[in-house]
């Protein structure tokens, strides 16, 4: 033990050679991190904090209306963070130290999240992000680093924004300085990380590349007069973000018998291109073409595939119900408008689909608590969430089956 | 090598291509279809129909980047094949092409005739602008491999003009000035190599020499160019400075189908000849672009026998710049290739720590 910090020691030596780019806080703080002491968890003091960067992020965003920051503002509003609080045994509840996110690279303001949560479970931050800037991602940073200067001297140290190119020394150093490393990415990226190793009681908590199925009833489908809002909602959790979300659906589950089925799609689909007409959505060549390419490849492995599409925007694949890898499918899926849409009379038909990979379960017209009790009762290996249609980017303190507190932090 | 060949390979216009052309493209379609069985998948889950096809505009098309997931074949016998791979960029996929014999020398026909009308019938010296490694590794039969095997049928000599560690070969080079210089010559390369290893290592050297009377001709794409800023026009006259070439040609070709190539006229058009056809489809449902509008490049070809890339859509942008009437007198489709279809900005939580590096 008293090696391995030695190490960390060591390794902090060399932090002046190396190809950091701080973007919150400075070398000074990464170098001193591990002399801060942990908060209790949901400390009155972080909440406060969280809550004056959602203020100051909504002031901003008043003219700008962007649809990102305005989720991020709001989950982060004081009554919020209060509910939150309540919710968890605050006796001797404390974090475990420092936390070190790597964050994923696409959504915008997914890194904030992170960021929050580890100091929400009473961490020091050392947060990594992705090499692609982005207009809300700049707008956040800023907003920590006002209240920081503003009203928070105390929260200067306790968290540091970096950039830094793909090396293994910065990983090692940062990974040995850390209680705790959350990893947002995908397989190969995690493994990559992997390759530093951290102190022998440093936890670690993995968000691998996951994927994500729909449940729509057919029956209510054909007996809602105006779809419109459930195109809208799932416009949200699709094209929204290109269907790049792991909670992104791309497997579509229809429940329903046959002829209930078809008619259900054909309604669906028909309102849903005007959802997407009305957003301007458009397709990239470089989508369209690869969303052909993953429709080609499935058709060699699925038997009696049928490819539907009218233009390039909406490609769906209609899988033959005799198709007897159905835990395959997620090996054939593509971003930007793409579906593997499913037939069956009742939720455990979809059973051989919720492997692992399976992240949430999004619903219209059929209780959550329905899909919940059938994987739990099932005891299938996938859904850690099951939401209505429209939730699915919604962000909680449970996350793929571990809570976000409870795992960055230390009872006593 | 140079065998039955077809007189003038531009010859055909429209309509008298619309009709022997789409024939021809049904019976490959079918062809295929019977031998190979994921190509008859793939053709049967779109709701392919050769009933509908009344052009062949109207013929399936495989995206290119299908053959780096799939091995698709046509042929019986796996005896006498050959795989090329396409030159992907490191860490990327390579695609497989599967090509018999009879592919290939159907290639190489069809390469002689389009090379000869650029190039003359005589066959000249050539001046390779790679290393003889290129050729030599068996294991790796690259795209670069086959455009120097396929332009090699114009050489009467041939010279690597660069060693295995991609230096420059003064030596050889010298040599091959000396010999060569009074007459017509070939210079054949990759863009890309032919920038970075041959011109601006003679600049660095501060070498000239002096080929008054060739042609280079050179392929591969601009990709790696563009990111350096480099004009073609600048890419011709400082070609020019350090060899004295004489005329710089272009040329459109893919690994995914060696027997479709698009060479560069006196005017800076690409050129479709009776082998191919090319159309530019829209992204937003593949539907065919006007003349003159950019879209996806789709190329076509009589030639793949042995695995289906007879009908390939690429990810390369282009335009039809005009068709039948190019002042070159040169018949058919011409256009030009804008460049690649641009990485799409993603969003969403695939992340980019493994991408990035």
Redesign the interface.
């Known amino acids: 033990m008293r090696r391995l910090e030695d190490a960390a020691t060591h390794l902090l030596r060399n932090i002046d050679e190396m190809p950091i780019e701080y973007v919150l806080g400075d070398k000074e703080d990464l170098r001193n991190m591990r002399s801060q002491k942990p908060m209790r968890i949901f400390s009155d003091r972080t909440i406060e904090f969280l809550s004056e960067v959602s203020a100051y992020l909504k002031e901003k965003n008043r003219t700008l209306l962007n649809g990102d920051i305005a989720a991020f503002y709001f989950w982060f509003r004081k009554s919020h963070l209060k509910t939150l609080q309540s919710n968890y045994d605050n006796g001797y509840h404390i974090g475990r130290g420092v936390s070190l996110h ?1 964050a ?5 303001t ?1 890194f904030a999240y992170t960021a929050a949560m580890g100091l929400l479970a009473g961490n020091c931050v050392i947060l990594r992000l ?3 800037e982005t207009f809300e991602g700049a707008m956040i940073i800023d907003a920590f680093k006002h209240v920081i200067e503003k009203d928070f001297p105390d929260f200067k140290g306790r968290i540091v924004f970096i950039r830094y ?2 090396d293994k020394k910065v990983t090692d150093m940062l990974s040995m300085l850390c209680d705790v490393r959350v990893m ?3 397989d ?2 995690i493994n ?2 992997r390759q530093s190793i951290i102190k022998a009681g440093a936890v670690e908590l993995p968000f691998f ?1 996951r994927d994500s199925a729909a449940v729509f009833n057919a029956a209510q489908i054909l007996k809602t007069d105006d779809l419109s809002p459930l195109c809208r909602n799932f416009y949200n959790d699709t094209y929204l ?6 909670s ?1 659906p791309h497997i579509i589950f229809w429940l329903g018998n046959e002829k209930e089925v078809s008619l259900a799609k054909e309604k669906f689909w028909k309102a849903f291109e005007n959802v997407l007409d009305e957003r301007n959505w ?9 969303k ?2 993953s ?6 492995y699925i ?5 539907i599409k ?4 909406i490609v769906r694949l209609e899988i033959p119900k005799e198709f007897e890898s159905m835990e395959k499918l997620w090996e054939f899926s593509e ?2 408008g793409y579906f593997m849409e499913i037939q069956g009379e009742k939720l455990e038909d979809m059973i051989p689909a919720l492997g692992r990979i399976c992240q949430t379960v999004s619903v219209f017209g059929i209780d959550t608590a329905d899909v919940r009790k059938m994987a739990f009762e099932n005891r299938v290996e996938g859904v850690d969430r099951v939401v209505e249609v429209g939730h699915t980017l919604d962000f909680d303190v449970i996350w793929d089956g571990f809570d976000l507190i409870q795992s960055m932090s230390r009872k006593i | 090598m140079i065998s039955e060949t077809r007189a003038f390979p531009f010859g055909e216009d429209k309509e008298a291509k619309a009709a022997h052309y789409t024939e021809q493209m049904l019976k490959l379609t079918e062809y295929h279809k019977k031998k190979c069985d994921e190509y008859r998948r793939m053709l049967e889950a779109a709701g392919y129909d050769a009933k509908k096809v009344n052009h062949y505009r109207d013929i399936p098309f495989l995206p290119v980047g299908i053959f780096k997931e799939l091995r698709l074949s046509s042929i019986d016998d796996d005896s006498n094949i050959k795989t090329v791979t396409s030159s992907g960029t490191s860490g990327q996929r390579r695609s497989q092409i599967i090509l018999d014999a009879e592919t290939r020398v159907q290639q190489q026909q069809a390469l002689a005739a389009i090379g000869a009308d650029f190039l003359g019938k005589k066959r000249i010296p050539m001046l390779v602008i790679d290393c003889p490694a290129t050729i030599e590794k068996r294991d790796r039969f690259s795209a670069r491999t086959s455009g120097i095997l396929g332009f090699s049928i114009f050489a009467k000599k041939r010279v690597f003009a660069l060693n295995d560690d991609m230096s420059l070969n003064m030596e050889a080079l010298e040599g091959f000035v000396e010999k060569y210089s009074e007459g017509p010559v070939l210079i054949f390369g990759f863009t890309f190599m032919v920038w970075r290893y041959f011109v601006q290592e003679l600049e660095k050297q501060n070498r000239m020499i002096n080929l008054p009377q060739a042609s280079l001709i050179h392929g591969g794409g601009w990709k790696k160019l563009i990111s350096e800023a480099v004009s073609k026009q600048e890419f011709a006259e400082r070609l020019k400075e350090v060899c004295g070439v004489n005329r710089v040609m272009d040329y459109y070709g893919m690994a995914e189908q060696t027997g479709s190539i698009f060479m560069e006229c006196e005017y800076g058009h690409l050129h479709c000849s009776d082998y191919s056809a090319v159309l530019f489809r829209r992204a937003k449902d593949f539907s065919l672009c006007e003349k003159g509008e950019e879209g996806l490049i789709q190329v076509m070809s009589t030639i793949p026998k042995s695995y289906p890339g007879h009908s390939l859509l690429t990810e390369d942008i282009g335009r039809m710049l005009g068709e039948d009437d190019c002042p070159c007198g040169r018949k058919g489709v011409y256009f030009e290739v804008i460049g690649r279809a641009q990485h799409a900005e993603i969003r969403g939580c695939s992340d980019t720590f493994a991408a990035e590096h």
């Open positions: 790597f994923p690279g696409n959504i915008p997914q992705s090499s692609r190119p793909h947002w990415g995908s190969e990226s990559i990380i590349t973000n290109d269907q790049n979300a792991c992104s458009e397709i990239q060549a470089e989508t369209a073409v690869k052909l390419t429709a080609y490849v499935a058709a060699t038997p009696h595939l049928k490819i009218n233009d390039n925007r971003p930007g």
